[in-house]
């Protein structure tokens, strides 16, 4: 029976597999139902940043702010949102074709690019390949606060401010649904403003406090962040939908291994048997 | 009917408070403010401090904001509260921190992308998933 005893363990090990894979199914899955839950809670502040900031194009003050003025591009920022972990199929893969070939097209046009990692994936994947990555964080865990997202914003905001890059690009995975995530590359700068609706034609203006300048600042670089933020947390809904896939399709194959492995193991035995009786009976037969 | 003026307070992280309102009272950073039905539209930024809204009918409410932005529209105040504490200084040192370790990762590699290993790696890598699934399709699930 040494045939039958070593498949035995195979089972065994191969089932502590799926319990483990399992595991991380049922993990995967409420950790997804509270990202997509966080996701959702971002929401109402991004759009009425969107409204503010288009209200503000429609203001005309007198002050026009430099993310809001398209210029002829040299160099562009990007912001690369990655996962910590991996074990979640084919998500950051996806990305980094989707971010490649944007990269692959600007520089086909002559320009460079600053590259700027949020996640260990991105950081390695970069880390392996180089490409000129300014700033970089990493560990942002489940449930990351906007303020893990500040310094590697800031970096990238003051380089357009200074004129270092003239565009800001972000990649993310963009939650479809459960089996569907879809990444993209998405202008943050200069703002695209969309040319939509609104009754709010004639021509008036905010009262600034204190003044127009310092007030737009604020506002334009709170929404950049917050469309970070939100990309950020969009990953992670994606994450999990995608390690829930990728996990029960890990315990559906060791499923399938186990019971193909256990039909050898059967008839393993059952030769075993037929084997030792058949040697009694001769044994019986010669005495 | 007394007019009322639709309040919207809400944060990168969650909306904290939406519904309709007689007056609301905010920490402008020029002095603490009164918000009226039909104010004058008005963009402000705010102190960190709380603000107050009068709920229609019920008790007033308050909610403490560490900053932020106030938008004021004849019929609607938006409050763009910030969730983490921000300062200048606090801001940059957290820039810095992020530039740090990118430059520290940078100094053992080269900073030109190389496109074509990337390729390679990532290409091998779609085949290994597909030749996966294709294997599950087989086994017929």
Redesign the interface.
């Known amino acids: 029976m040494a045939g039958a005893k070593e498949i035995r363990t195979q089972i065994k090990s191969i089932q502590n597999t799926q319990k483990i894979t399992k595991a991380m199914e049922m993990v995967a899955a409420s950790k997804m139902r509270r990202a997509q839950d966080?996701m959702r809670?971002?929401r109402?502040?991004a759009a009425?940043?969107r409204?503010?900031v288009a209200?503000?194009g429609k203001?005309h003050p007198e002050y026009r702010h430099p993310f809001l003025i398209e210029r002829e591009a040299r160099r562009v920022g990007l912001i690369v949102v990655s996962t910590d972990r991996g074990l979640c199929?084919?998500l950051n893969?996806n990305l980094?074709?989707a971010a490649?070939q944007a990269?692959?097209e600007w520089?086909s046009q002559g320009l460079e690019?600053d590259l700027?990692?949020i996640g260990t994936k991105a950081?390695s994947?970069?880390?392996?390949?180089?490409?000129?990555?300014?700033?970089?964080?990493?560990h942002l865990g489940d449930a990351p606060?906007?303020?893990t997202l500040?310094?590697?914003v800031?970096?990238m905001l003051?380089a357009y401010d200074e004129g270092r890059i003239d565009r800001l690009y972000i990649a993310n995975n963009e939650f479809v649904n459960t089996m569907t995530q879809s990444p993209q590359v998405e202008q943050l700068l200069p703002v695209v403003g969309d040319e939509s609706d609104e009754q709010l034609k004639h021509h008036?203006?905010?009262?600034?406090?204190?003044d127009a300048k310092?007030?737009m600042d604020?506002?334009l670089m709170?929404y950049i962040?917050?469309l970070v933020?939100q990309g950020v947390v969009e990953n992670i809904a994606c994450e999990m939908a995608a390690r829930m896939v990728a996990m029960k399709?890990a315990s559906?194959?060791a499923g399938?291994l186990i019971s193909g492995l256990q039909l050898v193991y059967n008839k393993a035995r059952q030769a075993a048997i037929t084997q030792e009786l058949s040697e009694i009976v001769a044994g019986a037969a010669a005495v | 009917m007394a007019m009322t003026i639709h309040v919207d307070i809400v944060s990168a992280e969650e909306e904290i408070f939406s519904g309709t309102a007689n007056m609301v009272f905010a920490p402008a950073e020029m002095g603490e403010v009164g918000i009226a039905p039909r104010h004058t539209p008005l963009l402000t930024r705010l102190k960190p401090g709380e603000v107050r809204v009068q709920v229609e009918g019920k008790e007033e409410q308050f909610f403490y904001v560490s900053g932020g932005m106030l938008e004021v529209q004849p019929h609607v105040v938006t409050v763009l509260a910030d969730t983490a504490v921000r300062a200048r200084d606090l801001d940059e040192a957290a820039a810095l921190k992020a530039k740090e370790h990118a430059e520290r990762a940078m100094k053992d590699r080269k900073s030109e992308f190389d496109f074509a290993k990337a390729k390679v790696e990532l290409a091998e890598a779609m085949a290994q998933l597909r030749t996966i699934k294709k294997l599950r399709e087989k086994t017929g699930v």
């Open positions: 966080r809670a971002t109402p502040y009425k940043m409204t503010v209200h503000m203001a199929g084919g893969i980094f074709k490649m990269m692959a520089q690019i700027s990692v950081k994947f970069f880390g392996r390949f180089g490409g000129n990555v300014v700033c970089e964080s990493a606060g906007i303020e500040i310094g590697s800031k970096v003051d008036w203006d905010y009262i600034y406090e204190p310092e007030v604020q506002l709170r962040e917050s933020y399709a559906d194959n399938e």
